[in-house]
């Protein structure tokens, strides 16, 4: 604890790897222009993501997730973002809507150069203090769009190893079914890691790590989702789940109970990792001796710009990494898989736990993440669903 507390004394110093990265680096050739408008021009569309199953959590449940697809054109060339909008993140398809009108009126006419992705984030941030899954949603169309005049896919330009991608794990929510929990066993029967989410009673949370292990011998991770009362029932739970064969933990206790999460993660038998207590960069300092490492999820810290500035924070501060997803289609989890190679962890199957994607994208191929050598993110659209 001691320990943690001298770190957050000087946290103030860690800051400064938030601007480590500069895009600008990267494009040292002239783009090929198509001859269209050297303006950028925002278009969305609504878009209901309906779950193949529905997909239960401690605290909630929900049968679809509100999506917004955005597109964002510059001379001839396009690029796709997306805001997926889980109720808890308080974002609707009407509160994103407002948002692109303000990025259409106060910020894109200010650019004329999509490169300038840094300083384009930096005023769509200033914006409004809260409408992450929005700003990603701009984040992640402005990669799509210089990748595509590039000509380079994102992980290449980086400079990631493609091999080094891992294994993604497969979301099984609660159910209090035996049938349909059967039933989602069997959906995911191609994948090699399981993500269980737990946060019920103990009565509850057990029965669905007895179910599942009586069954299957894939490897476990469990996501509480904040569900866990205190630390000592946490601490309880973590050490009767490694002797089940799970192998990592997300998110035990409330967002706000650092220090009794630091007393778990000292404890622990198993890495710890922080879900809702790491939303954005400046949330990483804090969470140092609470967590074992973070999870990075393109709705919440604003898309792939700050992502790669909190993948250098955290590795500086040698805490363990992954990358997580809500339900989405395959342009975020695409723009997710960008990032894939520096992650211990992957939970990037939000495009298959969608019934209706409507595009193509990241393709897992027995469940390991692949990364092709495409521009951009790798883009295409599904003919029929969408119209931009």
């Not at 050297?38 to 779950?51: Q, T």
């Not at 736990?353 to 993110?377: A, S």
């Amino acid at each position: 604890m001691s320990t943690r507390r001298g770190f957050l004394k000087t946290a103030g110093l860690m800051t400064a790897a938030a601007a480590l990265w500069q895009p600008s680096d990267l494009f040292a050739k002239d783009p090929v222009s198509k001859g269209g408008s050297k303006k950028l021009e925002l278009a969305w569309e609504d878009f209901k993501g309906i779950m193949k199953f529905t997909f239960h959590i401690s605290g909630s449940s929900r049968t679809f997730t509100p999506i917004v697809i955005t597109r964002i054109t510059w001379d001839g060339h396009v690029g796709y973002g997306e805001a997926a909008m889980p109720p808890y993140l308080g974002e609707t398809q009407a509160s994103c809507h407002e948002f692109y009108k303000k990025v259409v009126s106060d910020v894109f006419p200010k650019f004329d150069n999509p490169f300038q992705i840094e300083d384009i984030m930096k005023a769509v941030d200033k914006l409004t203090t809260n409408n992450t899954a929005a700003k990603a949603s701009i984040d992640i169309a402005l990669h799509d769009l210089c990748g595509n005049i590039m000509g380079q896919p994102w992980w290449k330009m980086w400079g990631f190893d493609a091999k080094k991608a891992p294994y993604t794990c497969y979301t099984i929510g609660y159910d209090e079914s035996d049938e349909k929990l059967q039933e989602k066993l069997e959906e995911a029967n191609w994948n090699k890691i399981i993500k269980v989410k737990l946060g019920m009673t103990e009565k509850e949370d057990k029965r669905m790590i007895d179910f599942i292990r009586a069954r299957d011998n894939r490897n476990i991770v469990v996501d509480a989702n904040q569900g866990w009362p205190d630390k000592y029932y946490a601490l309880d739970m973590i050490h009767w789940l490694k002797e089940k064969g799970v192998t990592m933990i997300e998110q035990p206790m409330s967002k706000y109970n650092l220090d009794e999460t630091a007393w778990v993660t000292e404890r622990s038998p198993l890495p710890v990792m922080a879900d809702e207590s790491c939303q954005r960069i400046y949330d990483i300092p804090k969470l140092k001796g609470a967590f074992t490492g973070i999870n990075i999820k393109l709705m919440k810290c604003t898309g792939l710009y700050e992502a790669r500035q909190m993948i250098t924070m955290a590795e500086q501060n040698h805490m363990k990494l992954m990358v997580g997803c809500m339900t989405e289609t395959s342009v975020a989890i695409s723009a997710a898989a960008q990032i894939s190679p520096k992650m211990e962890w992957a939970d990037l199957d939000g495009n298959y736990l969608l019934g209706n994607d409507c595009f193509n994208g990241m393709k897992l191929v027995d469940g390991r993440i692949t990364l092709e050598d495409k521009p951009g993110l790798g883009l295409s659209k599904k003919p029929g669903i969408i119209k931009l």
